[in-house]
């Protein structure tokens, strides 16, 4: 590893970043028009994934509000707003220590939430939600992960239970790997878990959807975000909210959604917390295809012969007996 990207990986897993990989700009070229590195800042030439690890008790204890000894507020904060907080508080620094180098950095917001905004014409169009820049495709670009079915990044070290940012540079930063490790997604197992669990049916079982990072291919389910969305902002049953609130029948209207978001139907407890905290301070009231997927269970016992050592990882790092 040069000594740049060696300062630059050390630095940040110092300052609290559990996973650190490195995509140079080219195993980019095949995302979206207009989504691309390049597209915002034309002198890319790396592309730095972050990883936050969400630990498991705020998984374990996630349920429905009516259950006496379940809830999502671990979840809600731990596992969306802290988590998105320290990430972009990790980007942020490592983005002005490589401007003083003289490298050019750009950041995106860590939640699909400034994608509501940007593209909503595009949205009310097509109800796809899509950001500026995709933190989970970066973080498989940089050999930190692969795809699971359920659309999120999975990881050798923690499975579902991480969430990602990135930074944009002009340098020219030494490039991890591809993942080559044995498959952490193993729907045959677990019974296509997280297409079962989504409270909005929003999961297609059989339909994929495709890109290619570099030259390897890959596929995960045919996501429906609008109605996806209903179980985000807890509108719906099964999503640890107090709402109840029914989604129409067939693929998710996005008028209806947004005019679902003023909804008188919508409970007190829910509309406080949407109207007071969602999205940057705790959020995505749902999340089980996240906490509740078993990837890491499942690809366990391959993982033993697994090199962890070639990954840049807090799990070195513990500084406990």
Known sequence: ?????????????????????????????????????????????????????????????????????????????????????????????????????????????????????????RTIQTGKVMAEFSHRHAAVAAGLAEF???????????????????????AELEPTPLYDGPPLCRPEECGRKCVRLCPAEALSESEAQRCKIGEREMEYALRDDIRCAYAVTGLIKGTGSHSDLQIPEGPGQPLHFFASMGSEQIHPFTRAMLDNCFGLICGDFCGKCLHMCPSLMLSREDLRDYDFSRRNSSLKRNPLP
Not at 11 to 36: K, S
Not at 149 to 169: I, V
Request: proline share 6%; net charge negative.
């Open 1 to 121: 590893m040069d000594k740049l990207t060696r300062a630059v990986v050390e630095t940040l897993v110092d300052w609290g970043a559990d996973l650190v990989g490195i995509a140079p700009v080219e195993r980019f070229e095949n995302a979206p028009e207009g989504h691309r590195p390049t597209d915002f800042l034309p002198e890319c030439r790396s592309v730095i994934s972050v990883g936050m690890h969400l630990f498991q008790g705020m998984a374990d204890v996630w349920g429905e509000w009516h259950e006496p000894t379940k809830t999502n507020t671990p979840y809600l904060f731990y596992g969306y707003g802290l988590a998105n907080w320290e990430s972009s508080r990790l980007v942020n620094r490592m983005a002005k220590l490589l401007e003083y180098k003289g490298y050019k950095t750009l950041a995106f917001m860590p939640t699909w939430i400034s994608s509501m905004t940007k593209y909503f014409d």
């Open 148 to 170: 699971g079915w359920n659309g999120l990044a999975l990881t050798p070290e923690f499975g579902s239970m991480q969430r990602f940012n990135s930074l944009l540079t002009s």
